[in-house]
């Protein structure tokens, strides 16, 4: 009938497969292009959507856990590097000082612990006498690898940056004995047990060591999922073949 204002009907919502697919996904070449995104994978190293650089909670085998990024790993292992080389140091300064002063030995814990200074020219625990210009080298060597380790690795645990911390201030802390008096200042002794003459640094150095052990076995490196990663992997193989075609229609 004339004058009747005809009835719009609404276009139905649009369904699942013909939704944009870029609404959810990063798209980067193809925007625009319906049903031609190029979705970019996770970065290489990257779980549960983190890199070494953003760090973060991450969600590894349902359960979250802090992923520390290079910034926490530098700022932490410089702090406790700082503390342990400091209380070394500190420690042995007065040990050598009371020696000058006719000090020989005082019990600390009677029948357990007793201080009783010891020129050690080995490594830690007196082990490698002779060798103490070999042992600064290596002390080099092995403070080097834990900063390239913890300035390289994707991922780390923080076990791993508290115990690469702690085994690198107890090499440096032996190894400026070594370069500054010939030998290693020890003095902490044990009496219920027949055991070599040690030291903070020789206590840095072992307990470190278990401690990065056990956080390398339950590092979030060792949790990635298996599917995900072949996944990651073949999203980059497709975004690498993606890029030639890209060239390829661009000349």
Known sequence: ?????????????????????????????????????DVRPPAAGAVGGRTAEEGGASTLSGTTEF???????????????????????????????AVRAGFVAR??????????????????????????????????????????????????????????????????????????FGYVTDFIATQFIDFPIFNIADIGITCGAAIAFIGFVFSPANKVDATAELDRRDAEARERRAARRGRREGR
């Open 1 to 37: 009938m004339a004058g009747t204002p005809t009835s719009a009907t609404a276009a139905p919502p649009p369904s699942g497969r013909n939704r944009a697919p870029c609404a959810q996904l990063t798209c980067t070449r193809g925007a625009g292009r319906p049903g031609r995104p």
């Open 67 to 97: 992923i520390p990024p290079r910034r926490w790993r530098a700022t932490t292992a410089a702090l406790l590097f700082a503390l342990v080389l400091a209380t070394d140091q500190a420690t042995k300064v007065v040990v050598r000082a």
């Open 107 to 180: 019990d600390l814990i009677p029948g357990v612990v007793e201080l009783r200074f010891a020129a050690n020219t080995g490594a830690a625990f007196s082990l490698g006498e002779g060798f103490g210009w070999a042992f600064v080298l290596l002390a080099v060597a092995v403070t080097c690898f834990c900063a390239w380790y913890l300035r390289r690795a994707p991922l780390i645990s923080k076990l791993e940056v508290v115990g690469l911390a702690l085994v690198a201030a107890g090499a440096v802390g032996n190894a400026v004995d070594r370069a500054v």
